[in-house]
């Protein structure tokens, strides 16, 4: 009773200042959050806590500010201190018994999408506030409209990670959610190519074909973007950016799934994957150096992702096996080399009798008879998290150095479903 009598004052004198300032985003974001506030929600402490210390920063950084500006006006500024200092703490307080009830009450049905939901809009706010572009798409039809964006995208996040937490619906959820991203982009593309400028990123239109992420800056020298991006995933989450964030994965996933169970990668993969990889990326080095003009190159890198098309269609149907993410596109062989900086890893536990269920489940190859004989999954694994539920003995687990297999994988989820909502809010293409 008591942090609601002080958590609703506190989140209406946050939209009052939003308001004030000329911010109906802002002022929206603090009613949602009142929303969230009343709702039936069990990780609402979590996000309570987190939303609430950062408006009691706000109100000390609106109080110094202003008590600054006064004193060097030579105007009193005793009553404004004391007033926004009782605001401040009672906001204070509010986000402290948040905390408190969220950490006596702590567990992973709360934490995890509490904090999907803290990362979400933490992500969101320090890309809306540090990119020089309307980065949140709907800020670019109205004005402050991307703190909107920001807090809902945070509730769809800690319902999908509630939804993750269980290694049984897992599966589901994941591909429901990486068809919507997959779907939220090219619909994002075909309004571009119709003439709605506004949807990409920067108003110029990019080929769709995952290889260009790399390939693109390889000819042009510049545009480094996107191959940033990739490798702050790569960090974050090693190669699951081939599993959760990429828009064309979601459908070699679909063509694959056309077989019930998948076939094991034939052994001379990694060689073709070597070839694929040092031929696209030379060709588009050399035709950039060598000043060849953007037609040839726009060419060649359609002709590249219609080919991948065909693979997906051909033999990732006939083989239940993500053919096209497994050997044909080059910067899955990237994600799976680099993403190793990362340390989450599938392990087996040393129980494991060899049945090789797990294998009929892995639709990137990477728990074929050698994996399974050295405890862990081949180097294809996309982290993508299938595998989890299909061990009847229960000896396939996410790994993290120190951590137990549980929290492992709690945290996989939150970071993972994060990247996922960021994705979906920000402008691509
Ligand atoms: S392998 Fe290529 S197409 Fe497949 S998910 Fe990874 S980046 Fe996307
Ligand atoms: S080993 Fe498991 S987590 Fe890795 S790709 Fe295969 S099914 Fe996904
Ligand atoms: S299903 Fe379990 S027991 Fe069977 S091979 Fe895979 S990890 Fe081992």
């Known amino acids: ?17 939003a308001f ?44 110094f500010t202003l008590v600054q500006q006064r004193m060097a006006l030579g105007l009193p500024w005793l009553r404004l201190a ?11 307080a509010a986000a402290l018994l948040h905390f408190n009830r969220a950490w006596r009450h702590s567990r992973p049905g709360s934490l995890v999408p509490g904090l999907a939901f803290l990362l979400t809009t933490v992500g969101l706010s320090i890309a809306k506030q540090k990119t020089a572009l309307d980065i949140i798409l709907l800020d670019r039809f109205f004005p402050s409209g991307g703190w909107l964006v920001v807090i809902l995208l945070g509730w769809y996040a800690a319902w999908i990670a509630g939804k993750m937490l269980s290694s049984e619906d897992s599966p589901q959820w994941r591909r429901r959610v990486w068809a ?15 003439g709605f400028e506004r949807f990409l990123m920067t108003g110029k ?32 989450v090693g190669p699951a950016w081939c599993s959760h964030l990429c828009y064309i994965g979601a459908w070699d996933n679909w063509a694959a799934m056309s ?22 990326f030379g060709v588009a080095f050399l035709l950039g150096k060598s000043g060849q003009p953007l037609s040839l190159a726009v060419a060649l890198a359609a002709v590249f992702g219609v080919v991948g098309i065909f693979v997906m269609l051909v033999w990732s149907r006939r083989t239940g096996i993500m053919t096209h993410c497994t050997t044909y ?60 539920s299909s061990c009847p003995h229960g000896h396939l687990h ?17 970071v993972i479903v994060a990247l996922h909502a960021i994705f979906l809010g920000v402008a691509r293409l």
């Open 1 to 17: 009773m008591v942090t609601t009598i002080l958590t609703i004052p506190s989140l209406l004198f946050l939209a009052a200042h």
């Open 20 to 63: 004030r300032v000329g911010s109906p985003g802002g002022t929206i974001f603090w009613l949602v959050a009142g929303v969230v506030a009343v709702a039936p929600l069990q990780w609402k402490n979590w996000a309570l806590a987190g939303l609430l210390g950062f408006g009691t920063w706000l109100w000390g950084d609106i109080a």
């Open 82 to 92: 004391a007033i926004l200092g009782v605001v401040n703490a009672v906001c204070l």
């Open 180 to 194: 919507i991203f997959s779907v939220v982009f090219f619909l994002q593309l075909i309004l571009g190519l119709v």
């Open 205 to 236: 239109l990019h080929l769709p074909i995952p290889a260009l992420i790399a390939a693109g800056p390889l000819y042009r020298g510049d545009g480094f973007f996107m191959i940033i991006l990739f490798a702050v995933t790569l960090i974050l």
């Open 259 to 280: 077989k019930k169970r998948p076939g094991t990668l034939a052994g001379w993969t990694k060689v073709v994957r070597w070839f694929l990889c040092l031929a696209v």
């Open 329 to 388: 596109c080059p910067m899955g062989f990237l994600a799976n080399i680099f993403g190793k900086i990362n340390p989450w890893r599938i392990r087996i536990g040393a129980g494991c009798c060899k049945c090789g269920i797990c294998t009929g489940v892995c639709r990137y190859g990477a728990l074929a008879g050698l994996d399974i004989e050295a405890y862990q999954a081949g180097l294809s694994c996309s982290l993508c998290g299938d595998c989890i």
């Open 398 to 414: 996410y790994h993290f150095p120190g951590l137990g297999y549980e929290t492992a994988r709690s945290g996989f989820i939150v």
